[in-house]
């Protein structure tokens, strides 16, 4: 039998594929194991910013750029205050993360980076084909997500699709100890549309405008809407962008878990790893390394119970109810954080409530167009 040119091929060196070779790397159980991290870019550019909750202190607190203890939810009718203890909202930069990250991992003999662009995979010969070289493995890890996804009509997608932009102003108009979650009072037709904003100091901030729809749009339209809420809202005249993001994540209840096999892990978005509700995915993907690296050590496959299906009939439901009715977005979210605590709804999304708290939170959503998802879904 010809070796193979590495025990596992990562295909992809963002978010999840980096996170999985860190973790590989720290295991003495993966000594000696030749690793390739195949990736098209260089990742030298801070592409996204990425948040998350946690308690505490965490792995990536010596990284993260900013953190916040109080937030905002403000719709067209009500603004609450969201005092998030014990828990911290942090902000990392993408830039921060890979250069960490790459300096880590390219002082270890056993991992090696590739800049090429993998075409195909053929799980026969245990190969992927590049556009430069192919590269035999073992086993692939593959963060491509696969096209039928937008195709399949059994499935709900719905997009999270946003502009950021960073801007510096003259004086003093953001208080830097509170960010804003949501703010629904810029309006795009009858979407499901908000301004995000994340302040770094008094005269600094990411301000995003951000849609969860079926759709995606110009980007004309971030541009126009972020500039009537800087106007409007915050009531700035003069300011300076520093730096801009966009970026499309699929939220979808497509089974992404079918193309995972004994020779292929799909990880990352292909895994079905950003939340489907949400669109969060920094640290559920730390948790689903832990237990794929897990499932290994255990000799069972790598995806194995990677998914919780309870959870993902309730992602289902909700990404069916904005799919069918968009326009009932701001209302959800309204009643999401203003009958729920923030406590409560970091704990449900982190998939770590009981059945109980989960009937609570559902029923907090209630509108007629959830039993017809419901019924559709489960």
Same mark, same amino acid.
């Given at each position: 039998m010809i070796t193979p040119d590495y025990y596992y091929v990562i295909v992809g060196g963002g978010l999840a594929g980096l996170q999985l070779a860190l973790r590989i790397n720290r295991d003495l159980f993966f000594k000696g194991k030749k690793i390739a991290i195949i990736e098209p870019s260089d990742k030298s550019e801070n592409d996204k910013t990425w948040c998350f909750w946690e308690e505490g202190r965490g792995n990536w607190d010596h990284l993260i750029s900013r953190e916040w203890k109080r937030g905002k939810f403000i719709s067209s009718e009500v603004s609450e205050d969201l005092d998030l203890k014990p828990y911290s909202y942090k902000m990392l930069n993408s830039l921060d993360f890979y250069d960490h990250v790459k300096a880590e991992l390219e002082s270890s003999d056993d991992i090696f980076f590739i800049q090429d662009k993998i075409t195909r995979i053929d799980q026969v010969t245990r190969t992927a084909l590049g556009e430069n070289a192919k590269y035999t493995a073992t086993h692939f890890f593959d963060s491509r997500p696969p096209s039928e996804f937008e195709n399949d009509e059994k499935c709900a997608v +719905?997009?999270?699709?946003? /502009? !950021?932009?960073?801007?510096? $102003?003259?004086?003093?108009?953001?208080?830097?100890?509170?960010?804003?979650?949501?703010?629904?009072?810029?309006?795009?037709?009858?979407?499901?549309?908000?301004t995000y904003i994340l302040p770094t100091s008094k005269n600094e901030a990411l301000v995003e405008f951000t849609f969860f729809t079926p759709y995606l749009t110009e980007e004309a339209v971030y541009d126009n809407k972020l500039e009537e809420y800087i106007r409007d809202i915050l009531n700035i005249?003069?300011?300076? +962008?520093?730096?801009?993001? /966009? !970026?499309?994540?699929?939220? $979808?209840?497509y089974p992404f878990h079918k193309f995972n096999t004994d020779y292929l892990t799909r990880i990352g978005t292909a895994g079905g790893w950003v939340k489907a509700s949400s669109g969060y995915s920094f640290k559920n993907t730390e948790t689903k390394v832990e237990q794929l690296i897990d499932n290994i050590k255990s000799g069972l496959r790598p995806s194995a119970n990677l998914m919780n299906k309870k959870f993902q009939r309730y992602d289902a439901i909700f990404l069916d109810v904005l799919e069918k009715r968009n326009d009932l977005g701001e209302s959800l979210f309204t009643k999401f954080y203003t009958k729920n605590s923030i406590q409560d709804i970091f704990r449900f999304l982190d998939e770590e409530t009981s059945f109980s708290?989960?009937?609570?939170?559902?029923?907090?959503?209630?509108?007629?167009?959830?039993?017809?998802?419901?019924?559709?879904?489960?």
């Open positions: +719905i997009y999270q699709h946003f /502009k !950021g932009i960073k801007i510096k $102003t003259e004086n003093a108009h953001f208080d830097p100890e509170v960010f804003t979650m949501m703010d629904y009072r810029i309006k795009y037709k009858e979407s499901t549309c908000f005249k003069n300011y300076e +962008i520093i730096e801009s993001e /966009k !970026g499309v994540i699929p939220m $979808t209840d708290e989960e009937l609570k939170i559902m029923m907090s959503l209630y509108h007629p167009q959830f039993l017809k998802s419901f019924f559709k879904k489960i």
